[in-house]
């Protein structure tokens, strides 16, 4: 184990610069402990290994993912265009225009990175544009995350996969390892809203709203989903209240976005006091 270790310390010194006809993706390899790092041309990924090249060499080295501190990738796309396209709502858009540029760096999301982001950003995309081959492939790998967040969001999309099909045993399954409370109650809300419990469903959520709400992470869904789940139970008028409210507290976001389709789908004749 060693042994690599040491090689990637004498490659330190060498740039990716001028090398960008070797095969691969070029990224600076950080060793943990060590505040050394490498530049070199990442092939895969094989079990717990990061199998990479140096530069100048065509040979494949190995070292453990657990061993490896981050990943800096030099990606091209402009990440605030990719966002700005995200918050709007196009995610068609998002994958039109940035699914290739991102795609070499899917496998890698066991490490650290400087793209995880962007990733978020693109399996939301895919699970707008009901693309669900992409979705359950990103949902495995998000979950691989060492990031706790990243983690969180991999079991959300694995728990809408399963429910996809209407397998609530595995979605009730997956949801019962989600770490984050809120996170819990707010996917619970969702295999309850799947069954057809709307009241249930909105009871986990108000207890989300009242409970949890600095994150950001979970809060503004579980707005938007109560919103949803009026329309539900046909309170309408409650329904286009609470997407409007989303949409003001959370503008420029893409839920705030969500939230002003959704209220603007509601049919007006409908929007009247709710007995």
């Keep these: 184990m060693r042994r690599w270790f040491f090689s990637l310390i004498a490659l330190a010194a060498v740039s990716v610069a001028g090398q960008s006809s070797q095969s691969g993706t070029p990224a600076k390899l950080e060793v943990k ?22 530069v100048r060499s065509a040979q494949d080295r190995p070292a453990p993912a657990d061993k490896i501190e981050s990943l800096t990738f030099y990606p091209k796309h402009d990440a605030v265009a990719l966002e700005e396209t995200f ?14 540029a991102l795609a070499p760096y899917w496998e890698y999301m066991l490490i650290n990175n400087n793209v995880r982001e962007e990733l978020r950003m693109m399996v939301k995309s895919y699970f ?28 959300a999309y694995a728990v809408y996969m399963a429910l996809s099909t209407t397998n609530f045993a595995a979605a009730e399954a997956i949801q019962s390892q989600v770490e984050s409370q809120a996170a819990g109650l707010y996917l619970q809300a969702v295999i309850e809203r799947a069954k057809g419990n709307h009241r249930s469903a909105i009871k986990l959520l108000t ?14 869904e579980s707005e938007l989903l ?17 997407a409007r409210q989303v949409e003001k507290i959370y503008g420029g976001t893409s839920t705030a976005n969500a939230a002003k389709i959704f209220a603007k789908s509601l049919p007006e004749v409908e929007q009247k006091t709710e007995k």
Excluded at 87 to 100: E, K, M, P, Q, T
Excluded at 226 to 242: F, G, P, Q, R, V
């Design 33 to 54: 402990g060590s505040g050394k790092s490498v530049n070199v041309f990442l092939q895969r990924v094989e079990g717990d290994n990061l199998i990479f090249q140096a």
């Design 128 to 155: 707008e544009t009901g693309d669900l081959a992409k979705v359950g492939e990103a949902a495995a790998l998000l979950q691989k995350s060492p990031d706790a967040e990243l983690v969180m969001q991999g079991q």
């Design 207 to 220: 207890e989300v709203i009242a409970s949890y709400g600095n994150d950001m992470n979970w809060m503004p």
């Design 87 to 100: 918050n709007d709502g196009d995610y068609s858009g998002v994958i039109a225009l940035y699914g290739r």
């Design 226 to 242: 109560s919103a949803k789940l009026y329309l539900d139970m046909a309170c309408t008028n409650s329904a286009a209240t609470t």
